[in-house]
T-cell receptor, first 113, second 114 residues
Framework: RKEVEQDPGPFNVPEGATVAFNCTYSNSASQSFFWYRQDCRKEPKLLMSVYSSGNEDGRFTAQLNRASQYISLLIRDSKLSDSATYLCVVNRGPRDSSYKLIFGSGTRLLVRP | DAEITQSPRHKITETGRQVTLACHQTWNHNNMFWYRQDLGHGLRLIHYSYGVQDTNKGEVSDGYSVSRSNTEDLPLTLESAASSQTSVYFC?????????????FGPGTRLTVL
């Protein structure tokens, strides 16, 4: 079983749609959670950190469920420019003992006109 | 502005040659990481360093080595390049401390081993 699992997609949605991605992780010691965005042939870039209380950044909302070890990303009012691969990322343990991150294989989003 | 750079951006080499990929960051981050990314595998950790003179093996370290002689640089060396090492290589760095372990990535090096 992979340490971070994501549906690879692709999710093919029209502009303006709302789309949600889910991710599960296996390491109960993980304390940091992120969503990264990766455009084709480019480096991953931090989209947002994920906090226990849930957090929002414009059209993007992230949720964390520690009990179920589950992370989600909701994108509202999808834009063509949202087309990318979204990587679910967790750290390997307490921040002061390991700074290593575990990356999911990514969920591909295609937003069509 | 602080940044992380990689060079070369593209490299074609032959089997058996030694290759070194450069990574340089100006954030003064203690932590640096090398990943490779292949279709179907996502990002896999090759080596990492938590400070000068510190290096550690990641999950796919065979055939690779790193050295950390200063804070800014973590070069990755392929001792004897193999076709299986054809990949895109990303370097990343992060700060030390409990407040954040966000990693920031360089633009990547696309390596082809013929």
């Amino acid at each position: 079983r992979k340490e971070v699992e994501q549906d690879p997609g692709p999710f093919n949605v029209p502009e303006g749609a709302t789309v949600a991605f889910n991710c599960t992780y296996s390491n109960s010691a993980s304390q940091s959670f992120f969503w990264y965005r990766q455009d084709c042939r480019k480096e991953p870039k931090l989209l947002m950190s994920v906090y226990s209380s849930g957090n929002e950044d414009g059209r993007f909302t992230a949720q964390l469920n520690r009990a179920s070890q589950y992370i989600s990303l909701l994108i509202r009012d999808s834009k063509l420019s949202d087309s990318a691969t979204y990587l679910c990322v967790v750290n390997r343990g307490p921040r002061d003992s390991s700074y290593k991150l575990i990356f999911g294989s990514g969920t591909r989003l295609l937003v069509r006109p | 502005d602080a940044e992380i750079t990689q060079s070369p951006r593209h490299k074609i080499t032959e089997t058996g040659r030694q290759v070194t990929l450069a990574c340089h960051q100006t954030w003064n981050h203690n932590n640096m990481f090398w990943y490779r990314q292949d279709l179907g595998h996502g990002l896999r950790l090759i080596h990492y360093s938590y400070g000068v003179q510190d290096t550690n093996k990641g999950e796919v370290s065979d055939g690779y080595s790193v050295s950390r002689s200063n804070t800014e640089d973590l070069p990755l060396t392929l001792e004897s390049a193999a076709s299986s090492q054809t990949s895109v290589y990303f370097c990343a760095s992060s700060d030390t401390g409990e407040l954040t372990d966000t990693q920031y990535f360089g633009p990547g090096t696309r390596l082809t081993v013929l």
